[in-house]
């Protein structure tokens, strides 16, 4: 790599480094904006005892759902895991450990562990069980808990146009998760479906800087949409 | 008669008003958007990341790139704006949505509300519904009055474990709308045919019955 070329030319050498044991934040909402070639390629590496943070798992064989199939994710933080059967059978006989954590809370704690704040309060979950074991404090007269931040060892982001040097944007509802699990990675890898110059993205228009991107990678991407609905 | 599915979202339809940002769960909240009224322009939020969601596209603008909360394709209609997930929440935590609507399992006199999880059974997760029931003033719950076996939903204290505390203030419910104020359910309006002892029986928590309970009516 040549100064802000963050370039890498295989989904292997886009993935290096990736160890048995490590977080992994994926970016992503159901199957829209999912970084599906980079957990392609972490299926085809084999790692195992992953913890993976993701709003969601993904579905039977397609998106996280992969992961299940050699039973390499061994924890997931997640708001909603419904519409995957194999997650359901892992879950049931505790070969799987599933953290349950409200999305507006997924979404903060990783904007929080990327912006170098190591917890945070929030009204969110407060009087359920979501907030039992937690700290609580009372500002202007309301409860808080207090929730920490998540730092991936690996985060993987799907975007739709970056340059070189790793500005990245993202393409309509597909951004979701992204931004934030861009942020909070030690190494930050993006998939993209089209890489350009420098100079070519609008700078005000550049959703994830290239300073938080460690290597960017162009593929190609099924899409895979959960529910098609469609007006006659 | 029991309202139906159609009833209960045109009767929380009339509570929307002109500028509201709103946010609609899945279910009955849904089809709400159906019966927005002539003169009012609403805002629909998705916590996915969609300030101003549009109709269903039609097979030439489906895009998978273009999904609502409940992970269908949708639209973005003009002068929607589409942002992060971090920053869909902080509009929802700040208290910035105008009005919520969801559906739940139990509602207690104290505006606690149980929705995600039923002990024994698989749970799936709570999704946005936490932070949307922890940032909002103004929720209108709706759900069914009692169970398939006439157990009350409405309650002295929710059984199942909570999605969030003291945060409803309505409920519409099949058989009636609701508000919950100082510990009990104040019954506001009744159905169709419903009869005041019917919502009564029906409903275990704290109920106040104004002398007067007008009935809901709709158009045919």
């Given at each position: 790599m040549a100064g802000f070329d963050k370039r890498v030319s295989s989904y292997k050498e886009a993935m290096e480094g990736i160890e048995s044991g490590m977080t992994v934040i994926a970016g992503g909402f159901g199957l829209c904006g999912i970084p599906e070639n980079l957990i392609a390629e972490i299926k085809r590496r084999g790692v195992h005892d992953l913890t993976v943070v993701s709003n969601n798992c993904g579905v039977d064989g397609f998106g996280l759902g992969i992961l299940l199939e050699d039973r390499q994710i061994s924890k997931i933080l997640a708001s909603y895991v419904g519409e995957n059967a194999l997650f359901e059978k892992q879950m049931l006989n505790d070969e799987i450990e599933v953290v349950l954590t409200p999305q507006g809370t997924l979404a903060e704690k990783m904007r929080a562990g990327g912006a170098g704040i190591p917890a945070f309060y929030t009204a969110t979950g407060y009087g359920t069980p979501i907030g039992e074991g937690k700290e609580v404090r009372v500002f202007n007269d309301r409860h808080y808990i207090l929730e920490e931040a998540i730092i991936g060892d690996f985060a993987i982001v799907k975007g739709w146009k970056a340059d070189r040097y790793g500005n990245v944007m993202y393409r309509h509802t597909a951004q979701n998760f992204n931004p934030m699990a861009a942020t909070a990675g030690k190494i930050t890898v993006v998939e993209v479906e089209e890489i350009v110059e420098p100079g070519e993205l609008e700078p005000s228009q550049i959703h994830t800087p290239g300073i938080y991107v460690d290597r960017i990678i162009q593929g190609t991407f099924e899409k895979r949409i959960e529910k098609r609905t469609v007006r006659s | 008669m029991a309202l139906t599915r159609e009833q209960m979202a045109q009767r929380v339809a009339r509570e929307l008003q002109d500028g509201f940002y709103v946010n609609l769960g899945i279910g009955i909240p849904t089809l709400v958007a159906n019966y927005i009224p002539d003169g009012i322009d609403v805002m629909l939020q998705s916590e996915n990341g969609l300030l101003g969601m549009g109709r269903y596209p039609t097979e030439e603008e489906l895009d998978a790139d273009m999904i609502n909360a409940g992970k269908e394709t949708v639209t973005a209609r003009p002068g929607a704006?589409?942002?992060?997930?971090?920053?869909?929440?902080?509009?929802?935590?700040?208290?910035?949505?105008?009005?919520?609507?969801?559906?739940?399992?139990?509602?207690?006199?104290?505006?606690?509300?149980?929705?995600?999880?039923?002990?024994?059974?698989?749970?799936?997760?709570?999704?946005?519904?936490?932070?949307?029931?922890?940032?909002?003033?103004?929720?209108?719950?709706?759900?069914?009055?009692?169970?398939?076996?006439?157990?009350?939903?409405?309650?002295?204290?929710?059984?199942?474990?909570?999605?969030?505390?003291?945060?409803?203030?309505?409920?519409?419910?099949?058989?009636?709308?609701?508000e919950i104020k100082d510990g009990a359910f104040i019954l506001k309006e009744r159905a169709p045919g419903v009869s005041v002892e019917e919502i009564v029986e029906k409903t275990a928590g704290k109920l106040i019955v104004p002398d007067h309970v007008p009935e809901m009516s709709f158009d045919a």
């Open positions: - | 704006a589409i942002f992060s997930s971090a920053e869909s929440f902080a509009m929802i935590r700040g208290g910035h949505v105008d009005l919520t609507v969801l559906g739940a399992f139990e509602v207690d006199q104290q505006g606690n509300i149980a929705s995600w999880m039923i002990p024994g059974k698989l749970i799936k997760g709570m999704g946005g519904a936490m932070d949307l029931v922890a940032g909002a003033d103004n929720i209108i719950c709706t759900m069914t009055h009692a169970s398939k076996h006439g157990e009350s939903k409405l309650l002295e204290k929710c059984e199942l474990p909570l999605t969030g505390a003291g945060c409803i203030n309505r409920v519409l419910t099949d058989l009636a709308y609701l």
